[in-house]
């Protein structure tokens, strides 16, 4: 009798462990769901060499790329285009849901910023404002003193991402955003609120 009694608890343990097991896994999912995290990568091609005697020593910290792009090759493009299709966010575009986290990765050579503004805009780099023609700054990326360009200081809303480096980024309630470079503003990324 007490065997019988024995044997009917321990299948009665299972079971209840086997629910818990259910449970947490489906809420493992539901999570997962929930907060889906998407991977941003931020782009550059720059050549070590030609960027650094044009611009100073250490803008482009490292080559990514075998036929990296020449300093005079960008500035090229730019002209032409009013954009460098290498330097970008990869996506462009996303749909998230709130609680998502971002993972920001800088795979290029050059630091980049992922700065939230209301509407896409200039940066803090006068020149690459022209050329891309984005003459207004966005008030999130810079003042302007004294007709001159001040970077706004980084913040978790300005985050300077270095070459190689990664951060992450929390989306609150930032399920409908625009974020850009503050020093290649053509470089945005929109998110959209998951349907
Ligand atoms: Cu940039």
Redesign the pocket.
Known sequence: MKKRILVLMCSALLVMCGALLAFNVAGVFAQNNLSSDVNLH?R?YCDPASFNAAVGPGTCARSTVPGAITFGGFIAELTADKSVGA?RFVPNQVSVAEGATLHLQNL?G????FTQVKEFGG?FIAPLNALSGNPVPAPECAQVVNGLLVPQPPGEDNMFIPAGTSAQHLLEHEVNAKYQ????PW?RLTITPRQ
């Open positions: 931020l550059d330097w290029g050059e630091t980049h910023t940066g470079c503050c020093i290649h470089m």
